[in-house]
């Protein structure tokens, strides 16, 4: 067990692609920290460059209180879950598990103790004598958990390992590992791209895009308080409502005015995020998560209006899409036209259509709408998100 | 019925039986004529005889077929081992040390393959003469390790090219040192293109009579192809002696095929399910 540290960490490929770009990493021994992006954002190689499989092109990495840059993976002493298991397909789960311990010239009797132990662990004990290939997906998820931990390594790396396996399996596994890790307390990188096994997950989330970090800190931080647009975009599902808007201030109050219509922005607001004073009457990107919208505004004076286009039920709580008369911003747009990255795009694809912006709204599932009604939108106080119109950094003071 | 077994099932099945039939004929030939007693060798093949002379066999068997076949297997054998030890070893490093040195050494190979060796005969039999390795069991193993490497290397390197290189990343970070990597985790991976490598050669050094004549000819390792080829002119009139002597030389491989059919059409076939 131990904390690991990157320093300064960069990663160039030969072809010249910046696959990670300067990037500082803390994570407490014991922690389970994930890291997550859209695809090509360099998850796997950070976790290839910790494991020892992948030259460090600059930079150090810290396992421990030793230096690791030219350090055999074997002799870094930390075990990996690959995304397809690679699980040896000649040998029997026993053989898979014990693998690890076998190298290390353990004794033969300490070998079956331990392997038995951790089967039992991971409720693999009458599958032992089987080939990986005669095993469900789940199953060699767990196969690849245990010659993982039969090491007792002092760290886990783990690449997407539920991404091969389907939505119910995905969720029981999310819980099984969680709760695996806290019982051995070993300090753990997990990548993933769902955001949501992000969120459930991790004691600590990393975001990263094109290369570089963009946030590090606790699910609830990174969710409440993004540190830029991308962030905000990111994480939390469905995405975060993104419009332009203009601050106006009449005497103490600030108001925040998006197309014809206006919202209210609480002292509290302001007070938080001092920074926003300097934007006065002028314009900058508001972000109101879909479930902290609501239908039915308590003034008239501060909320938005928006048609119903479309309402998916989805039995606790409803999705309502509305557009609205009002420009339409997307996150492409923030961030830089050259720096467009598909993912991201694809992700807000909805976001644009001619002169009018599409919102969604995240309601009670009793609430009666339907397509075509005209609704009135308020913002819950305190939930409202102001980014910098030029590269959509936070606006906090 | 099922009903999909139609008429041009039917048809592709006579087909195919009437081919099987025509590849078996000759082998029925030579089972026939090994069993003639020596009155009956000019009259028609087709025909069985109702006198089989069992003892055709121990009669060639003691004539010098057993000394060669021992020769045979110890060469086939032999050889074989090598080659898929030293092949796959060396296909390895080359196909995963990226570099000019390891591309240079498998374009190198790949010529060993298309340039005939007999080209070579005559140089490598005088070094081969004046080292003694001419006419000994040694001798004919190395030269058929050195003939048959190009397309052992051939054939491995091609498929560890396509082998995902996770199995080994995994066996890294596992703590395995590289020679175990490759004989833990690389080399039984490696087990289907394995049996195409000694199918291939196997064939090959057991069948050859070229170079066999060349350097074990008339020594006490002579080959099985060699032994019967001595025979030819030894027993010029008994055929049936020469034909007893050729089916001890091809049964093993009959059974051989019979035995490994699976085997060879998955490894053929190059396809590997993990
Ligand atoms: N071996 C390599 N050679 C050259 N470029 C590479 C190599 N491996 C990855 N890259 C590039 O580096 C960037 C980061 O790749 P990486 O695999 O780390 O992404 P990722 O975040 O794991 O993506 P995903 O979620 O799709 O797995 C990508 O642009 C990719 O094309
Ligand atoms: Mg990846």
Redesign the pocket.
């Known amino acids: 067990m131990a904390q690991i540290a990157l320093n300064n960490v960069s990663?160039v490929?030969?072809?010249g692609?910046t696959?990670?770009d300067n990037l500082n990493l803390e994570i407490e021994d014991g922690a389970f920290i994930v890291l997550v992006?859209?695809?090509?954002?360099?998850?796997?190689?950070?976790?290839?460059m910790v494991a020892g499989l992948?030259d460090i092109t600059s930079g150090t990495i810290r396992i421990g209180d030793r230096v690791v840059n030219n350090i055999d993976p074997g002799d870094r002493d930390i075990a990996m879950v690959f995304?397809n298991y690679a699980l040896y397909p000649h040998m029997t789960v026993f053989d898979n598990i014990a693998f690890p311990l076998q190298c290390k010239k353990v004794p033969k009797a300490e070998i079956r103790e331990r392997v038995n132990r951790a089967a039992t662990l991971l409720g693999l004990s009458e599958y032992l004598p089987r080939k990986p290939r005669t095993l469900s997906g789940g199953q060699r998820q767990r196969v690849a958990m245990g010659r993982a931990l039969v090491r007792e390594a002092r760290a886990f790396l783990m690449?997407?390992p539920l991404s091969n396996l389907d939505a119910k399996l995905r969720v029981q596994m999310r819980s099984e590992i969680s709760a695996l890790q806290k019982n051995l307390g070993v300090t753990t990188i997990y990548?993933t791209?769902d955001q949501v096994e992000a969120m459930t997950m991790g004691t600590k989330i990393a975001v990263?895009r094109l290369?570089v970090l963009q946030q590090y800190g606790t699910p609830q931080e990174v969710y409440s308080t993004p540190a830029n647009i991308f962030v905000a975009s990111f994480i939390g599902s469905p995405s975060m409502n993104f419009m332009k808007a203009h601050v106006l201030r009449d005497g103490d109050r600030h108001r925040l005015a998006i197309g014809d219509r206006s919202l209210d922005i609480p002292e509290e607001a302001i007070r938080k995020r001092p920074g926003l004073t300097a934007y006065v009457n002028s314009d900058i990107v508001f972000g109101i998560r879909p479930e902290h919208l609501e239908i039915g505004a308590p003034t008239d004076r501060s909320s938005l209006e928006a048609r119903v286009t479309q309402v998916e039920m989805l039995g606790a709580e409803q999705l309502v899409h509305v557009a609205a008369d009002f420009k339409p911003i997307t996150v492409d747009e923030v961030l830089g036209a050259v720096e467009s990255n598909q993912a991201v795009s694809e992700q807000r694809e909805s976001g644009r259509t001619g002169g009018r912006a599409d919102l969604v709204v995240c309601a009670d599932s009793d609430l009666a709408v339907s397509p075509s009604d005209t609704v009135k939108l308020s913002a819950r106080p305190g939930c409202m998100h102001f980014f910098a119109p030029d590269g959509g950094k936070s606006i906090i003071d | 019925m099922n009903d999909r077994y139609g008429a041009k099932t039917f048809i592709t099945e006579i087909i195919v039986l009437i081919a099987a039939l025509l590849f078996c004929l000759p082998l029925y030939f030579v089972v026939s004529i090994s069993l003639k007693p020596g009155d009956e060798i000019f009259e028609s093949a087709l025909v069985f005889t109702d006198n089989p002379q069992w003892e055709n066999f121990p009669v060639v068997w003691n004539a010098g077929v057993a000394n060669a076949f021992v020769s045979s297997v110890v060469i086939t054998v032999g050889s074989v081992v090598l080659l898929v030890i030293l092949g796959a070893l060396c296909s390895y490093v080359l196909a995963r040390r990226p570099g000019r040195l390891s591309n240079g050494l498998y374009i190198m190979f790949v010529l060993g393959v298309i340039i005939p060796f007999q080209l070579s005969i005559v140089s490598i039999y005088t070094v081969f003469q004046s080292v003694g390795l001419a006419g000994n069991c040694l001798g004919m193993i190395i030269l058929w390790v050195g003939v048959m490497m190009p397309m052992a290397i051939l054939l491995y390197t091609g498929f560890v090219r396509q082998l995902p290189r996770d199995y080994e990343e995994a066996a890294r970070i596992d703590g395995a040192g590289t020679l175990r990597i490759f004989a833990r985790v690389v080399f039984p991976l490696l087990r289907p293109v394995t049996g195409s490598v000694a199918i291939i050669t196997g064939l090959f050094i057991w069948n050859d009579f070229y170079a066999s004549l060349i350097f074990v000819g008339g020594s006490e390792a002579q080959t099985l192809p060699v032994a019967i080829y001595s025979f030819v002119g030894q027993y010029l009139s008994q055929w049936n002696l020469v034909f007893a002597a050729i089916l001890v030389a091809i049964l093993p491989l009959i059974i051989f095929f019979i035995l490994a059919q699976k085997q060879m059409i998955r490894g053929f076939a190059g396809g590997m399910k993990g």
Do not use: I, N
């Not at chain 1, 992006?37 to 290839?48: A, F, I, M, Y």
């Open positions: 990663k490929y030969k072809g692609t696959a990670v992006g859209p695809s090509g954002c360099g998850k796997t190689t950070v976790l290839r992948e995304q690449d997407e990548v791209h990263m290369g």
